[in-house]
Nanobody, 123 residues
């Protein structure tokens, strides 16, 4: 399974971006998908996760109310809508996936990772 993330860029504080991550390779229409991020000098941290059933979602406290994760299983794609962006959201954002169905905050819960897309929020 290969994951290709896209949609990053430079945006002013208060702006919005929508990240996409498409899975390809072995058929992957089920399982948890998630987003993590890593800022310079910091560890990779959890952002959001969505379960197989579209309904179950989990968010980091720092993004609750601002970010929305969604998925389209017909396209094997997960999205991250990011609104009210802040400079502290600046990071490389990685998508991840795993065959298990339930959302999970742990990095170790994901077997497959994308290459990352840079998000920069200017003040």
């Amino acid at each position: 399974v290969q994951l290709q993330a896209s949609g990053g860029g430079l945006v002013q504080a208060g702006g919005s971006l929508r990240l996409s991550c498409a899975a390809s390779g072995r058929t992957f229409s089920a399982g948890v998908m998630g987003w993590f991020r890593q800022a310079p000098g910091k560890e990779r941290e959890f952002v959001a996760s969505i379960g197989r059933n579209y309904i179950s979602t989990v968010y980091a406290d720092s993004v609750k109310g601002r970010f929305t994760i969604s998925r389209d299983n017909t396209r094997n794609t997960v999205y991250l809508q990011m609104n009210s962006l802040k400079p502290e959201d600046t990071a490389v954002y990685y998508c991840a996936a795993d065959p298990r169905p339930i959302p999970d905050k742990r990095r170790t819960a994901y077997a497959y990772w994308g290459q990352g897309t840079q998000v920069t929020v200017s003040s």
